[in-house]
């Protein structure tokens, strides 16, 4: 005998429909080129990279995608990342402070426990890239030194259209120039001056506490030591700067 909940399948219809129409909807911004040799789509979102069923519904929409990934010191991007909410007024970040944040306990309130999460767990990734790799061949996957972006993005820049085989690559050098006021790259425009991002891009945060970045190095280091691991089997050459030190100041401290 088979017995229907007629009222669950219909939250079930309509939770399918609505997947169905978002799908729809994300394809609809990767359209089929008609000149895919001098058409590149591209998506950037820096939530996607540690969400734990990301990596396979990106691959049943997108198995083809290349992923490219910007890797920061993770202490670093934690500070970032508590600095970024507040400037955009979350109540837990304007309330605690860093160190606060990243020493809650699994009891503290679920706010400050969720934003504890969103500033520690996205820098473990050896984590994320091996999840990442579970769906993608290493081919598809190209890592980014952050500090080197913004140091010398032209090779950077150079390096990727490589990676992605873009052709003729677009000559950088004389587009990006540094601007000692923003501290930035930025383009050059054709009155020879430099257009930079607005003021949400680029900002200059009170250096974190001594504390929490000891603190951070500590708690990192199985995972830092892991990425470096990942990133000689990915034949990766040379090992980024940040990471290095990262883990040479860990070892000191």
């Known amino acids: 005998m088979i017995l229907f909940n007629f009222r669950n399948m219909q939250i079930i219809s309509i939770h399918i429909c609505l997947s169905f129409c978002f799908i729809l909807r994300y394809m609809s911004f990767f359209p089929a080129s008609k000149n895919e040799s001098s058409r ?10 540690d969400g734990e069923l990301v990596p396979r519904r990106a691959h049943a929409l997108l198995p083809r995608a290349k992923l490219i990934t910007i890797l920061l010191s993770p202490a670093r991007r934690a500070y970032s990342w508590y600095q970024h909410t507040r400037v955009h007024g979350d109540p837990v970040a304007n309330n605690y402070s860093f160190h606060s944040v990243i020493t809650a306990s699994d009891t503290a309130p679920k706010p400050l426990r969720d934003l504890r999460n969103r500033c520690l767990n996205p820098g473990k990734y050896a984590q994320h890239l091996e999840r990442w790799l579970s769906y993608y061949p290493p081919q598809q996957l190209h890592i980014i030194d952050g ?17 992605l085989k873009i052709t003729p690559a677009f000559n950088y050098s004389s587009h990006l120039r540094y601007d000692p006021k923003k501290g930035f790259f930025c383009q050059v425009t054709n009155e020879d001056r430099t257009k930079c991002l607005g003021k949400s891009k680029g900002r200059q945060y009170p250096p974190m506490e001594d504390k ?23 034949g990766l050459r040379t090992i980024p700067q940040w990471l290095k030190e990262d883990l040479t100041d860990t070892v000191m401290t």
């Open 40 to 49: 590149y789509l591209f998506e950037k979102s820096a939530t996607y990279f």
């Open 147 to 163: 500090e080197q972006l913004r140091q010398n993005p032209v090779e950077t820049l150079h390096e990727l259209q490589r990676f």
């Open 212 to 234: 929490s970045y000891k603190l951070l190095q500590r708690y990192y280091l199985s995972h830092n030591t892991a990425l470096v691991k990942l990133l000689k089997r990915l």
